[in-house]
Each structure stands twice: as C-alpha cells, then as structure tokens.
T-cell receptor
Framework: GQSLEQPSEVTAVEGAIVQINCTYQ??????LSWYQQHDGGAPTFLSY????GLEETGRFSSFLSRSDSYGYLLLQELQMKDSASYFC????????????FGQGTELSVKP | DAGVTQSPTHLIKTRGQHVTLRCSPI?????VSWYQQVLGQGPQFIFQ???????GRGNFPDRFSARQFPNYSSELNVNALLLGDSALYLC?????????????FGPGTRLLVL
C-alpha cells in the first residue's frame, strides 16, 4: 500500500522559517505535491517535485529525495495568513489523477 | 476565469437518504476527480473520470457512484447514506487526467448526515 506521514501540527512565529516534513512508503509514484487548505476550504496547489532536489516558488520551496523516501515544504518569511493545513500528496503511476494525501500538518503562525 | 465550482455548498441529510453532488471543472479541463475529506484527515480519492469514462476508483463501497457529462461536468451520487458519510466532498479538475498534471480543487460540498 501507500502511506505518507507528516507531523500533525507545527507552530512558528511571524517572519520565521518553518519546514514541514513528509515521509512516504509507496512505489511507482510520479511526483510529490504540496497543497494548502484554509479552514476546510479548497486545497490549493503550492508546489510539485517530479525530480529529486529543490523547487522554489516565491516564499515556498519544496524538496524531494526519492532515495530517502522523504520530502519537505519550506515556508519562509512566515505571515499570519500562512496559518493553514498543509498536505503532501503523491501521484501514482498509471492511475490517472489519483492523488494519495498525507494526514496534513496544521501550521499555526503566532505574532 | 472561473475555477472549479461545486454545488450545493452545504447539505444536511438523514441516514438512508440519497444525495447528488455536482461539479463543474475549469473551462478546458476534461478530467474530474472526486475526493472525500473527513475532519482532521487528508482527502481520500473516490473516482476519476475522463471523457465520460471512469479512469480510477478508490476504496469506497458501491453506494458511491459518479458520472461525467458531455460538457465535462460531473455528479457524485451516494445512496443509503450512513453517519460516516459526513464529510467534505471535493472535486478536482485537470486538463486530461494525466498523472503528472496539477489538479485544481473546488471549494467542496459539506455533507452532514444525521
């Protein structure tokens, strides 16, 4: 089967940097995605790693290491509006649009 | 451009009833996927449709069914509702449903079964 593990919650202060880790047990996955979700609203796509290494998108960066079955999302210059749940998800080969999500990490940004 | 839209936004049903949820994908997107998200958990894959054909099915009972229409909109049907079906139901669309494509989610339908 496939599973992804994330910390359930993380707390950081405004302006700081926070890293949300994701470890996975899966085979034949195409890439690792990250989504943000505010208060049960629509998950919003943040970043995607098809290859090992770092992808940077503004204040957000994501990293993937297939050999370590590990990835992370890095959020810099934290703002209060970054308080949300963050999900890692893998896209499975030959299963079209099937995304397998982690349980999510609730990020609280304090002033 | 409009994003993915879903209706209704909220719904209250009683056990044993049937429910139909609707989704309109982003214009130009031909693939629609459905996910169930229980409070405090990540979304779980239910179905994917592309060009009106079912492409994938998650581990959900036969009470769950879906279809896609010629305009690429989609319906999710759930029969014989159980209390455990209470969840946020999310629809996501992508261009052609290929593995590597980004999926864009709608705001969801929050279903409460009493």
């Amino acid at each position: 089967g496939q599973s992804l593990e994330q910390p359930s919650e993380v707390t950081a202060v405004e302006g700081a940097i926070v890293q949300i880790n994701c470890t996975y047990q899966t085979s034949g996955f195409y890439g690792l995605s990250w989504y943000q979700q505010h208060d049960g609203g629509a998950p919003t796509f943040l970043s995607y790693n098809a290859l090992d290494g770092l992808e940077e998108t503004g204040r957000f960066s994501s990293f993937l290491s297939r050999s370590d079955s590990y990835g992370y999302l890095l959020l810099q210059e934290l703002q209060m509006k970054d308080s949300a749940s963050y999900f890692c998800a893998v896209m499975i080969y030959n299963q079209g649009g099937k995304l397998i999500f982690g349980q999510g990490t609730e990020l609280s940004v304090k002033p | 451009d409009a994003g993915v839209t879903q209706s209704p936004t909220h719904l209250i049903k009683t056990r044993g009833q049937h429910v139909t949820l609707r989704c309109s994908p982003i214009s130009g997107h031909k693939s629609v996927s459905w996910y169930q998200q229980v409070l405090g958990q990540g979304p779980q894959f239910i179905f994917q449709y592309y060009e009106k054909e079912e492409r994938g099915r998650g581990n959900f009972p036969d009470r769950f069914s879906a279809r896609q229409f010629p305009n690429y909109s989609s319906e999710l049907n759930v029969n014989a509702l159980l209390l455990g079906d209470s969840a946020l139901y999310l629809c996501a669309s992508s261009l052609a449903g290929r593995t590597e494509e980004t999926q864009y989610f709608g705001p969801g339908t929050r279903l409460l079964v009493l």
